[in-house]
């Protein structure tokens, strides 16, 4: 994928310089936006994307769609467990305060926003994205970002690397849950927000191998997020899921460990 970093055209010294620290640190070029638009920036050039820098935030962008970082519906959710109501991820994944949880598929940190806020500052979130754009958007966000109470995230830790490697390197029972959300095969809405996301994310379905792995990292559970009726969790061999009752609707897997 061919892409650079340049800024919004009504940018200044310290825009310029955020720019030039993101081409650094992602290794790609940098591009000093002159008076032309994001459209003709990209097709002069023949770039698949633009990572512009704007005032307050990141944004990838090309002709006509837009990804930057947003908590998504974690603010809803997380209001709606504090509340009391029965939410689907947290009967699955049981987690609790203090707890730790490996998020091997953490994307735009959506569902790791919602661990965080349940395990609290005495509990860790660690997430593991293999896409460095998808990394850096989520890294960047999380540190800009204030949760409903007015405070920064401070424990969750964005890893850019495969679950694959990063838990190869995990010891036994390190983790307390286990955490996987892959890509859908068929997108269920159409917006251009996810299909960008889509064009950078990897597609990779799980294997039992890795879930064998997962098993000996957590120490009580492997949770894993699918659509009803699209298979893998039978394919996997796994029988015990919570969440919705349609065909298409989100449900969450679960392996409990037996020592
Ligand atoms: C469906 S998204 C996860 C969304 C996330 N749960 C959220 O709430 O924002 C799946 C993410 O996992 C990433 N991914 C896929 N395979 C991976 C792997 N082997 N290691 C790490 N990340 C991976 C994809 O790039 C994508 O960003």
Redesign the pocket.
């Known amino acids: 994928m061919k892409i650079a970093v340049t800024t919004t055209r009504e940018s200044d010294e310290i825009l310029n310089n955020k720019a030039k620290v993101i081409s650094k640190d992602l290794n790609i070029p940098y591009i000093k936006r002159e008076n032309y638009s994001i459209r003709k920036t990209i097709i002069e050039d023949d770039f698949d994307y633009l990572l512009v820098v704007e005032k307050d935030r990141i944004v990838i962008k090309n002709e006509d769609s837009t990804l930057f970082w947003h908590p998504?519906m974690a603010e809803f959710k997380i209001k709606s467990i504090k509340q009391g109501d029965n939410v689907a991820i947290m009967e699955a994944t049981q987690l609790e305060e203090g707890d730790s949880i490996l998020?091997?598929?953490?994307?735009?940190?959506?569902?790791?926003l919602i661990f965080s806020a349940i395990v609290g500052k005495s509990g860790s979130v660690v997430g593991?994205?293999?896409?460095k754009y998808?990394a850096y958007l989520c890294k960047c966000g999380l540190e800009n970002y204030t949760d409903i109470n007015g405070e920064s995230i401070t424990n969750i830790k964005v890893i850019n690397?495969?679950?694959?490697k990063y838990l190869s390197k995990q010891s036994d029972n390190s983790f307390d849950v286990v955490y996987f959300?892959?890509?859908?095969k068929e997108p269920n809405k159409k917006s251009t927000s996810i299909n960008s996301?889509r064009d950078?994310?990897?597609?990779?379905g799980l294997t039992r191998e890795i879930i064998l792995e997962a098993l000996r990292v957590c120490k009580k559970r492997v949770v894993i997020?699918e659509r009803r009726g699209f298979n893998d969790l039978d394919n996997l061999g796994i029988g015990k899921y919570y969440g919705g009752k349609k065909n298409g609707s989100i449900i969450y897997g679960v392996i409990e460990k037996k020592i």
């Open positions: 998504s998020d091997c598929t953490l994307g735009l940190a959506g569902d790791a593991t994205e293999v896409n998808i690397e495969s679950y694959e959300d892959p890509m859908f996301f950078f994310a990897r597609h990779r997020k």
